[in-house]
């Protein structure tokens, strides 16, 4: 059962490679961080496998957990910060539309920029 456990690591270690293949040449940064997301879990594995060689399952159980927990944080916040940057920003706080929820301006009120002076 042993020898099985070793040909599993090694099996994954080299789908590994194939996903780190796709983190450098990726055409698009969301390839790049799947790449990055899948070798991540893969590594999670990876962990629960040398655990069941060490037999100390119960201890590699909550590594492999919280390396998993910040493999999934890390790859949220990798997305929401790409989504951002992708995002073109408004040129100025004029041409911003207004938050939904924002009133509607006074129709009477007369802005500070069109007072006429005299």
């Keep these: 059962m042993e020898q099985f456990f070793i040909a599993l690591g090694v099996a994954l270690l080299v789908l590994m490679l194939v996903c780190l293949y796709r983190v450098v040449q990726g ?5 790049r961080i799947l790449g990055v997301n899948v070798i991540g879990m893969k590594t999670t594995v990876l962990i629960i496998i ?3 060689l060490d037999a100390r399952v119960e201890m590699f159980i909550d590594i492999a957990l919280a390396y998993a927990l910040l493999n999934f944080i890390t790859t949220i916040a990798a997305a929401r910060f790409y989504q951002r940057l992708s995002q073109p920003a408004p040129r100025d706080a004029e041409e911003a539309e207004p938050a939904p929820s924002a009133p509607p301006p006074a129709a009477g009120l007369v802005s500070p920029k069109t007072t006429p002076e005299g």
């Design 27 to 31: 055409p698009t940064v969301i390839d």
């Design 50 to 52: 040398v655990g069941t």
